[in-house]
C-alpha cells in the first residue's frame, strides 16, 4: 500500500512540474531599477521561453500615468526570445513603468511590470538581469 502511495504521489509531482514551467524574464533594456542617461529607441525584453507574438504585449506608462506611445512589439529576428517594441518618441525625466505580457508554447500568459528612470539625455540605455523579490 505504501509503495502504491509512493508511486502515485510520485506520478502526480512529475505531471504538475510542466504546469510550472511558464517562461519569466530574463533581461531587459533599460533595465529594472535603471537610471537611464539617453535616448531610449525601444524596449527589449528577452525571457526564458520564446514568446509568442500574437500574445504578447508590451505597455509603457509614463510620469503622469498616461500611456506612452509604442510601436508594435515583435519578436527580434535575430534572438527569438526577446520581444522588441520600438519607442515612437522621445521619453522626459521621469519614472516610467514597463508593463509586460508573455505566452509561451503552452499559451499560460504570464504577466510583469518594472520601472527604470530616464535622468538626461547622452545615447545608451542600460541592459540589466531581472532580480527576483
Same mark, same amino acid.
Given at each position: 500500500?505504501?509503495?502504491v502511495?509512493?508511486?502515485?504521489?510520485?506520478?502526480?509531482?512529475?505531471?504538475?512540474?510542466?504546469? %510550472?514551467?511558464h517562461?519569466?524574464?530574463?533581461?531587459?533594456?533599460?533595465g *529594472?531599477?535603471?537610471?537611464?542617461?539617453?535616448?531610449?529607441?525601444?524596449?527589449?525584453?528577452? %525571457?526564458?521561453e520564446? *514568446?509568442?507574438?500574437?500574445?504578447?504585449a508590451?505597455?509603457?506608462?509614463?510620469?503622469n500615468?498616461?500611456?506612452?506611445?509604442?510601436?508594435?512589439?515583435?519578436?527580434?529576428p535575430?534572438?527569438?526570445?526577446?520581444?522588441?517594441?520600438p519607442?515612437?518618441?522621445?521619453?522626459?525625466?521621469?519614472?516610467?513603468?514597463?508593463?509586460?505580457q508573455?505566452?509561451g508554447?503552452?499559451?499560460? *500568459?504570464?504577466?510583469?511590470?518594472?520601472? %527604470?528612470?530616464?535622468v538626461?539625455?547622452?545615447?545608451?540605455?542600460?541592459?540589466?538581469p531581472?532580480?527576483?523579490?
Open positions: 500500500m505504501r509503495a502511495a509512493l508511486a502515485a504521489l510520485t506520478a502526480l509531482l512529475v505531471t504538475a512540474r510542466p504546469a %510550472f514551467a517562461g519569466r524574464l530574463k533581461t531587459a533594456s533599460p *529594472p531599477q535603471s537610471r537611464v542617461t539617453g535616448v531610449v529607441r525601444s524596449l527589449r525584453l528577452t %525571457f526564458t520564446r *514568446p509568442e507574438a500574437a500574445v504578447s508590451i505597455t509603457l506608462v509614463g510620469p500615468g498616461g500611456s506612452v506611445p509604442l510601436g508594435t512589439a515583435a519578436l527580434d535575430r534572438d527569438p526570445m526577446t520581444l522588441v517594441a519607442v515612437t518618441r522621445g521619453l522626459g525625466a521621469g519614472r516610467y513603468e514597463v508593463r509586460w508573455m505566452a508554447r503552452d499559451g499560460h *500568459p504570464v504577466r510583469g511590470t518594472y520601472t %527604470f528612470r530616464v538626461g539625455s547622452t545615447s545608451s540605455a542600460a541592459t540589466a531581472v532580480r527576483r523579490t
